[in-house]
């Protein structure tokens, strides 16, 4: 088991993308391909994105998510399953705001258009090597 927490870690860690899953009005999954911009917490996971764009909607109405980091190198994957928090205060867009940022937000961090998701997960599932582990996040 150490072993398989060491390789969810890693995967995290060295992840420059993650797909994002939301839930639409109709109750149908969406999928979204976001930049990681941090990679401290297995159980809280931060992504910045538009407060006008579809996944904040979506999240504001049901905070119920995925995010799906993958190796397709070794063909590994481990999604985690938990909850969506879209924030607004000046503190948690600081945080995560990086150079180069205003080329998207040109208002800088209190752009009123500038949001962070905080995704906190509950489990994580693993795939690797023809296995298949399901974890409470706690247990990494």
């Given at each position: 088991?150490?072993?398989?927490i060491?390789?969810?870690?890693?995967?995290?860690?060295?992840?420059?993308?993650?797909?994002?899953?939301?839930?639409?009005?109709?109750?149908?999954?969406?999928?979204?391909?976001?930049?990681?911009?941090?990679?401290?917490?297995?159980?809280?996971?931060?992504?910045?994105?538009?407060?006008?764009?579809?996944?904040?909607?979506?999240?504001?109405?049901?905070?119920?998510?995925?995010?799906?980091?993958?190796?397709?190198?070794?063909?590994?994957?481990?999604?985690?399953?938990?909850?969506?928090?879209?924030?607004?205060?000046h503190e948690?867009?600081?945080?995560?705001?990086?150079?180069?940022?205003?080329?998207?937000?040109?208002?800088?961090?209190?752009?009123?258009?500038?949001?962070?998701?905080?995704?906190?997960?509950?489990?994580?599932n693993?795939?690797?090597?023809?296995?298949?582990?399901?974890?409470?996040?706690?247990?990494?």
């Open positions: 088991m150490k072993e398989i060491s390789e969810i870690i890693e995967l995290r860690k060295n992840a420059e993308v993650a797909y994002v899953g939301s839930v639409n009005e109709a109750g149908f999954p969406q999928i979204k391909c976001m930049l990681v911009p941090e990679h401290e917490s297995m159980k809280i996971h931060y992504f910045s994105t538009n407060t006008s764009s579809k996944r904040a909607g979506q999240f504001l109405k049901n905070p119920k998510a995925c995010v799906y980091y993958c190796d397709e190198t070794n063909f590994a994957g481990a999604l985690f399953t938990g909850t969506m928090e879209v924030c607004t205060d948690t867009k600081a945080m995560i705001w990086r150079d180069g940022d205003e080329m998207y937000y040109p208002k800088g961090v209190d752009d009123e258009d500038y949001c962070v998701f905080k995704f906190t997960a509950e489990t994580v693993y795939y690797h090597d023809l296995s298949n582990v399901t974890l409470p996040i706690d247990q990494l």
